[in-house]
């Protein structure tokens, strides 16, 4: 590598030009050299060991109508599901079982008392049944402050909820102008998961219709400046049920939105050394092998799916989900191969908090003290 290659990287700041510059560069040596530095600032920070988090797609009933998702409220063509407490527990078994050590239980947004509720009952459910062992990730939309708060009482411990973009103009255009889908309402959300103790996680989506470089350069920048824990991030994948297929903006095609999520993890972990960066699913729908190269260039997280097969066909975001008929044990061994591959080692048993949350908390700590 050369070595203005690497004390570029090495001082990498949130300086969206250099940003955008390093995500758009044809240079391959500097390219090879921006996914050659991740990975090794990852090991060095976080370790060679990927992290497991179960992903259990508790239901597609959802009241909000993203333009770019295939479970939106306006889709009516989708059959609703929503998993019964004993098939979340189940899932959770198997999850305890093959020695995962989370879980993540993500779902449509709602915001009725029976979901917030019910959301609960399955928290207490499974911190008593694993002993609090099994860590829980909620992925179930935007919040009020007091269900985020009752929520972390019950039992959870991280949130992710993505900001999808943070170009505010972009992010109007992807949501219905209906005064439900606000990005300072969403910014808020991020805020109070902040605020209220959870390893807070966001994330955007790459290769949207009408999304610059720049764009991209500055959601790094915002993950840095919000002090993300966590980051998960992925291609943009149509839908042909949504209405932002047929958008006639600008578009990337599926290896150009490929290779700017590698960059966009790439870079990120030199932004941010200590944070958990996930291997997005929707990058393996472009290419079987995405996801072990987001492993080799900065990413420490897979989240291999454990919902009841029966009901996979009906929670697609975007088409060709992968995975659709391979269940959860085949997944847990497929990835444990797949990991030695891309030069690391699965983390069985452990919950994977990110160093980043533990020391984020420590200065909080330390600073209520002074
Ligand atoms: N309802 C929850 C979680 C489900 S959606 C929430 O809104 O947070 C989880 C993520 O899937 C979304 O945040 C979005 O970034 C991603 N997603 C949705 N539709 C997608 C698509 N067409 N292509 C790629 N990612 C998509």
Redesign the pocket.
């Known amino acids: 590598m050369k070595s203005y290659h690497k004390y570029l990287l090495n001082n990498i700041g949130s300086d969206r030009e250099t940003l955008t510059e390093l995500l758009t560069t044809k240079d391959t040596e500097l390219r090879n050299a921006i996914f050659g530095e991740a990975e090794l600032v990852r090991n060095l920070n976080v370790g060679n060991y990927f992290y497991f988090r179960g992903l259990i797609e508790f239901s597609n009933k ?1 009241v909000r109508d993203c333009l ?3 479970i939106r409220a306006n889709c009516k063509s989708v059959y609703r599901y929503e998993m019964t407490e004993e098939e979340v527990l189940n899932a959770v078994d198997f999850a305890w079982k093959h020695n995962l050590g989370s879980v993540v239980i ?4 709602r915001n009725d008392k029976e979901f917030i509720l019910k959301i609960a009952r399955i928290l207490n459910l499974i911190r008593k049944r694993t002993n609090d062992e099994i860590k829980v990730t909620l ?3 935007e919040q009020t402050e007091e269900t985020f708060r009752y929520w972390l009482e019950s039992g959870a411990s991280r949130y992710l ?2 900001i ?1 973009t943070t170009n505010s103009n972009l992010f109007r255009k992807i949501h219905p102008c209906d005064g439900k889908h606000l990005f300072s309402t969403r910014l808020q959300a991020l805020e109070n998961l902040k605020k209220t103790g959870y390893q807070t996680g966001t ?1 955007v ?1 790459i290769g949207l219709p009408g999304q610059s470089i720049e764009m991209l350069a500055s959601d790094l920048a915002f993950f840095k400046n919000f002090n993300v824990d966590m980051v998960g991030m ?6 042909n049920e ?1 209405p932002m297929t047929s958008s006639s903006e600008q578009k990337y095609n599926p290896s150009e939105r490929l290779e700017l999520s590698l960059r966009m993890i790439a870079l990120l972990r030199l932004l941010m050394k200590n944070i958990n960066i996930a291997a997005s699913t ?1 990058l393996q729908s472009i290419d079987p092998e995405a996801r072990v190269e987001a492993l080799k260039c900065g990413a420490n997280v897979i989240m291999p799916n454990i919902t009841p097969l029966k009901y996979r066909y009906y929670y697609q ?2 088409e060709n989900k992968p995975g659709m008929n391979i269940d959860g044990a085949e997944n847990i061994a497929y990835w444990n191969t797949q990991m030695q591959k891309a030069g690391g080692f699965p983390a069985f048993k452990l919950s994977g908090d990110p160093k980043h949350f533990l020391l984020r908390k420590q200065r909080t700590q330390i600073a209520l003290q002074d």
């Open positions: 959802c770019y998702c295939g993500q779902s449509g947004e992925s179930c939309g909820l993505r999808e994330g989506m992925g291609p943009y994948l149509e839908h949504s929707a975001l975007y």
